[in-house]
């Protein structure tokens, strides 16, 4: 099965700049979308950004016009750049990628949780 490894979160300030990253791993055969998700506390867990295989992204309305996906379909890694982080961006970001397994097919899998705090 794939695995998922996920870094870059941290503590910033108000107004700082993130970049997380996530890496598949694993029997993939193809991957069709990546997407990082977020839980705050209190909260429900909330898609913040996806990307398909052929380059479509779609984002939250909360993090629109700051926060950015890419994709190296090379490597099978997302990423997230976040700027302009706000205190109410706080929260566990998740990875996941939806792709096609050799042995079970269409599947999901999910990466650790990274700690993002904006505070100051």
């Known amino acids: 099965q794939a695995q998922l490894v996920v870094s870059g979160g941290a503590s910033v300030h108000p107004g700082g700049s993130l970049r997380l990253s996530c890496a598949a791993s694993?029997?993939?055969?193809?991957?069709?979308?990546m997407g990082w998700y977020r839980h705050a506390p209190g909260k429900q867990r909330e898609l913040v950004a996806a990307?398909?295989?052929?380059?479509?992204?779609n984002y939250a309305d909360s993090v629109k016009g700051r926060f950015t996906i890419s994709r190296d379909n090379a490597k099978n890694a997302v990423y997230l750049q976040m700027n302009s982080l706000k205190p109410e961006d706080t929260a566990v970001y998740y990875c996941?990628?939806?792709?096609?397994?050799?042995?079970?097919?269409?599947?999901?899998?999910w990466g650790q949780g990274t700690q993002v705090t904006v505070s100051s």
């Open positions: 996941n990628a939806d792709y096609l397994s050799p042995s079970v097919g269409l599947t999901i899998v």
């Open positions: 990307i398909f295989s052929g380059g479509r992204t």
């Open positions: 694993g029997s993939i055969l193809s991957i069709i979308r």
